[in-house]
């Protein structure tokens, strides 16, 4: 189902497109130029869910990556995860994206992560001010608050979606941040 997505086409979607766990994977790898082994699983298996290829995933998570350490250094601890993650390394399995249940439910992320899911992980006053800072207003940070409160993760992250892409009802029954992905590139293309 998924197109072609070319490295920097990531950025852009990141804004529009992307549910807030892989916008905020995203957002730390711009900032720190590394990601942490929970967040390179998560977020690497969704974009190459989004259409990602391999040559073009190595080329990306690279070029964020040497900003920080030498080439030689990537090749080595680095890329043999992704080819892995791609099926080209290993067992040869081709890992599937993670859904929302999976990001909710297993492997919560320590000090110092920036994967899991934040609506279920983020500290309530963090995601907020988050919220804020992507310029939902007031009513609808309460709402997407108050369904936190009440552990209703999946439709608190829908109702941010219906915020942000102006519509009353999503329509759909969020099960994964593909899913999420491919909903909003229908609604916006
Ligand atoms: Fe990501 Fe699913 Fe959480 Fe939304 S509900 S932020 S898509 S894990």
Not at 9 to 31: A, G, N, Q, V
């Given at each position: ?130 919220l804020?800072?992507y310029?939902v207003n007031?009513?609808g940070v ?21 915020i ?26």
């Amino acid at each position: 189902t998924a197109g072609k997505v070319a490295p920097e086409d990531i950025e852009p979607l990141s804004k529009k497109s992307f549910p807030l766990c892989m916008r905020s994977l995203h957002e730390t790898l711009r900032r720190e130029h590394h990601l942490r082994h929970g967040g390179r699983m998560q977020y690497g298996l969704f974009l190459k869910g989004i259409g990602l290829q391999l040559e073009d995933a190595l080329r990306f998570w690279r070029s964020e990556f040497t900003k920080m350490m030498d080439g030689d250094k990537f090749d080595k601890s680095y890329s043999y995860n992704i080819r892995h993650n791609y099926g080209k390394e290993g067992k040869r399995t081709d890992y599937t994206p993670y859904s929302c249940m999976k990001v909710i439910m297993t492997n919560a992320p320590a000090v110092g992560d920036h994967h899991g899911c934040p609506f279920r992980h983020t500290d309530p006053e963090l995601l907020k001010q988050r919220l804020q800072g992507y310029r939902v207003n007031t009513t609808g940070v309460q709402e997407i608050m108050e369904l936190v409160k009440g552990g209703h993760y999946q439709l608190a992250c829908t109702k941010y979606y219906e915020i942000t892409h102006n519509v009353d009802d999503a329509g759909f029954g969020l099960n994964h941040p593909n899913q999420y992905f491919e909903e909003s590139q229908k609604v916006l293309n």
